[in-house]
């Protein structure tokens, strides 16, 4: 998987049409998987609700219109990097006898294989960035909590940071997250001070929506 930071964009068109230049470039296949098969993403930091409102909703439809985006595990398993509450609500209907399989994009992760152990780490790694980047852009246009936001600063930080060790990234950090999330640089300073600086007692009440982002940037100052 190839996937450049700097082309990232707040809608998810973007995502889905590289998902359709990868599938015409040989690099992404459209296939219905098993929902048994698809294995969330550890990195997944995203709220999993309204999964039965999501079932009935796939179930008017006449099943999942679009597709997940996944990568191979190997063993016909595959790892869910967009899709997660797509899967959980498949599942719920897969129990009521319906729509076993669901609809998701392979992203194709073999190519010329590094010569070394060295080159093959540093290939694993930078895949594993990527994957993370697309978690967060395939989320763009959901629903989230102030703690998800927050948490989509800290985490966008810390893969740009492993990114730029093996790439070059042109622009400030700050701006390019700005920029991908869909906010300021100066809401990126407060969401990144409520993470370094706002008490572990605090961080879990703000996680649980008793304290307001403006409250918990306050106490963090």
């Not at 296939?31 to 098969?37: G, S």
Request: proline content about 4%.
């Amino acid at each position: 998987m190839q996937f450049d930071i700097t082309s990232l964009q707040r809608n998810r068109g973007v995502v889905q049409a590289k998902s359709r230049a990868d599938e015409q470039a040989g690099r992404a296949t459209l296939k219905y998987i098993d929902v048994y098969d698809l294995i969330p993403s550890e990195d997944n930091f995203y709220a999993m609700s309204a999964i039965e409102e999501l079932a009935a909703l796939i179930e008017v439809s006449g099943g999942v219109k679009q597709p997940g985006l996944v990568v191979p595990l190997g063993g016909g398993k595959y790892k869910v990097i967009a899709g997660h509450r797509r899967r959980l609500a498949s599942i719920f209907l897969v129990e009521k006898g319906q729509y076993r399989k669901m609809p998701c994009m392979v992203e194709e992760t073999s190519g010329e294989k590094p010569k070394d152990p060295e080159e093959a780490a540093e290939a694993a790694e930078i895949r594993e960035i990527d994957e993370g980047i697309l978690l967060i852009a395939t989320n763009g246009q959901r629903e989230k909590t102030d703690w998800e936001r927050v948490q989509e600063v800290t985490r966008l930080r810390a893969l740009l940071e492993r990114k730029r060790q093996h790439q070059k990234i042109p622009g400030q950090t700050r701006k390019i997250i700005a920029e991908q999330l869909g906010t300021t640089p100066a809401q990126v300073g407060r969401y990144e001070s409520i993470a370094k600086h706002l008490t572990p007692d605090f961080q879990a009440e703000f996680a649980a929506g008793r304290v307001t982002v403006s409250t918990a940037y306050d106490l963090s100052t």
